[in-house]
């Protein structure tokens, strides 16, 4: 897929930005600045611009979804330079606002979720029809998506400005898209997947296994579990109902047929870190009688995965291997990011970046994806509505008008 990036994009005075600096937030603070850090790179080669940033917080009905005036705060101090918040996004008073912006001025418009219509899915064409589009499109030279975490949604504020302003990707998109892209290339490459969702893990596994990409799929977590409850083991009422809980739109055969075609490929768990009275036990497989929550891999498992880890060129880890919050249940993850460090990783998911976070290892991973839904789908094979129709409108019409 040829998709345009900010080398390509030429020469230009007016820009219009989509990040995503979506943030958890208690009490009007916001608590972590991971992803408002991660554009910086972008916004720091278009800010002798005049730019002019999109962004969304949360969704209606949420208690955190507020206004972006923190952010900008936030995004000013990251910065060490004004970042000026205004609170609509496209009245007359925005427009003038923007018509009047000099080179070197930024100013983040509100969030974009407060507009009725953004979070519609509707087709690039359509979007492009909007108010939204149509207002703010003439203020502008070109259109840069650095928003790659959404890029799997087909909203106005990210697919909607690409028929009618030539769009580009900015640096994070284009650094996540490299690592990723890395992830799929057939080789000598191992997926580690765990955590709550089950649906998630079997997508990555039906994409990788069945297309030669992985040599060897670990499983960890409550997907770990799903498969071992397939093959006949028992886990106890507890841990069976945690299974169910997180089963929504899986179907056992789909699973079993991975298990049958694919079960030299599938590593899983030998033993089980289980809580029982408040104190860790390392039970194997075999011998758990279903008495006890299963809250990490146990120790056996932790050392055979932690081995044979580093072995492969490239590892893509999603998902934890069990409650790595609490320090009697982080060993399995721990040790696996640790081992993939001595790699090429990449390390996927909301919680797991958090976990490399947590146990100080965000240096010694090769890249950690900000992207959750996203990641998911591009490791599975899927579509991603943004890179589709940039890639498509680059090819048709921007790229013959920049003389490209």
């Known amino acids: 897929m040829d998709l345009p990036t900010l080398d390509d994009a030429g020469k230009f005075s007016s820009v219009l930005l989509r990040v ?15 992803r408002f850090k991660s554009h910086v790179p972008t916004i720091r080669e278009l800010e002798d611009k005049k730019l002019v940033i999109l962004a969304h917080q949360s969704r209606p009905g949420r208690k955190d979804f507020t206004t ?18 205004v609170d609509e996004i496209f009245s007359k008073r925005v427009v ?10 930024i100013l983040l418009l509100e969030n974009i979720r407060f507009y009725s219509e953004e979070q519609l899915e509707r087709s690039a064409e359509e979007h492009a029809e909007s108010i939204l589009v149509k207002r703010l499109s003439l203020l502008f030279d070109v259109f840069v998506n650095d928003a790659f975490s959404a890029f799997h949604r087909s909203h106005a504020s990210l697919v909607g400005f690409i028929p009618v302003l030539p769009s580009f990707i900015g640096r994070l998109a284009e650094k996540e898209i490299n690592a990723l892209s890395r992830a799929l290339k057939p080789g000598r490459t191992a997926f580690v997947l765990g955590g709550a969702k089950i649906k998630d893990p079997i997508k990555v596994m039906k994409n990788v296994l069945q297309n030669g990409i992985a040599e060897k799929v670990f499983l960890t977590g409550v997907v770990a579990n799903y498969f071992l409850m397939l093959k ?25 047929l991975l298990l049958e075609k694919f079960g030299n490929k599938i590593v899983l768990p030998v033993d089980f870190g289980v809580e029982r009275s408040g104190v860790r036990e390392d039970i194997a497989v075999e011998k758990f009688t279903g008495e006890g929550k299963i809250k990490d891999i146990g120790v056996e498992t932790v050392n055979e995965f932690a081995s044979q880890i580093p072995e492969f060129e490239t590892v893509v880890i999603n998902g934890t291997a ?15 990011l640790k081992s993939a460090s001595k790699t090429y990783a990449i390390v ?15 240096d010694k991973i090769s890249h950690v994806s900000i992207a959750g839904g996203a990641c998911v789908r591009f490791l599975s ?4 509505p943004v890179l589709e129709k940039m890639a498509e409108y680059w090819e048709k019409k921007w790229k ?3 003389g490209k």
């Not at 900008?72 to 060490?80: H, N, P, T, W």
């Not at 996927?348 to 965000?362: D, E, I, P, R």
Request: glycine fraction near 12%.
């Open 68 to 85: 972006l005036e923190e952010h900008a705060k936030v995004l000013s101090r990251i910065l060490g330079r004004e970042v000026e918040y």
């Open 348 to 362: 996927g998911g909301g919680h797991t970046a958090s976990a490399v976070n947590l146990f100080g290892l965000s």
């Open 381 to 384: 094979g899927e579509k991603l």
């Open 20 to 34: 995503d600096i979506n943030a958890p937030i208690v009490n009007s603070t916001i608590l972590d600045t991971s």
């Open 322 to 336: 069990g409650v790595y919050e609490d320090n009697k249940f982080s060993l399995g993850t721990y040790e696996i």
């Open 96 to 105: 003038d606002r923007i018509k009047n912006l000099c080179n070197g001025e």
């Open 232 to 256: 006949g083991f028992k886990i106890g009422k507890e841990n069976e109902k945690v299974v169910e809980d997180n089963k929504e739109g899986v179907k056992d055969e789909e699973a079993r």
């Open 400 to 402: 013959l008008k920049l």
